[in-house]
């Protein structure tokens, strides 16, 4: 996104309309502004390149078949769970501690790609944040490393 939004238009916690510059974003890897603000963003202003229908219609199916054949995208969930640590693929961690399809009520570590947890049906949100615990705490028991979340928890 740091490539093409050239602006932003949002509305901060008191209210108040407000436009950022792509500078103003304070982009960087997985990130931006919004991750500390409360902020909602209405709009954005993006500059797209013009290009060939077909060839973009053609990369677009690339993508999606690469995304349909590594990743649980029959199933809800919030995307990708956990974050790929320096040193480190989360997804080859908690494959190797043995949790794929490991589940907690309808939560589960998905059998097709371990860094996702999916809905089965019938998961709560406790369901999810009870697996996501347990997979963390596996993880730190097998192999020492500490996971950290890629999806935010809102809430309660």
């Known amino acids: 996104m740091k490539e093409i939004v050239e602006e932003v238009i949002?509305?901060?916690?008191e209210g108040n309309l407000q436009t950022l510059s792509n500078?103003?974003?304070d982009f960087s890897y997985r990130h931006s502004r919004f991750k500390e603000k409360?902020?909602?963003?209405?709009?954005?202003?993006?500059?797209?390149?013009k290009g060939n229908a077909?060839?973009?219609?053609?990369?677009?199916?690339?993508?999606?078949?690469?995304?349909?054949?590594?990743?649980?995208?029959?199933?809800?969930s919030a995307g990708s769970t956990f974050k790929r640590g320096t040193n480190y693929i989360s997804a080859q961690l908690i494959d190797q501690a043995g949790?794929?399809?490991?589940?907690?009520?309808?939560?589960?570590?998905?059998?097709k790609h371990a860094?996702?947890?999916?809905?089965?049906?019938?998961?709560?949100?406790?369901?999810?944040?009870?697996?996501i615990d347990y997979v963390i705490k596996v993880v730190y028991e097998k192999f020492g490393k500490?996971?950290?979340l890629e999806v935010e928890v809102i809430g309660e």
């Open 10 to 13: 949002s509305i901060d916690e």
């Open 23 to 25: 500078e103003g974003m």
């Open 38 to 49: 409360q902020d909602i963003i209405i709009g954005a202003k993006l500059q797209l390149e």
């Open 54 to 76: 077909e060839e973009i219609k053609a990369k677009m199916d690339t993508y999606k078949k690469a995304r349909e054949e590594k990743q649980p995208t029959n199933m809800p």
């Open 99 to 111: 949790l794929k399809g490991y589940q907690i009520g309808g939560a589960e570590v998905s059998k």
């Open 115 to 131: 860094g996702f947890i999916v809905n089965t049906g019938n998961a709560t949100a406790d369901d999810i944040l009870e697996l």
């Open 146 to 148: 500490i996971l950290e």
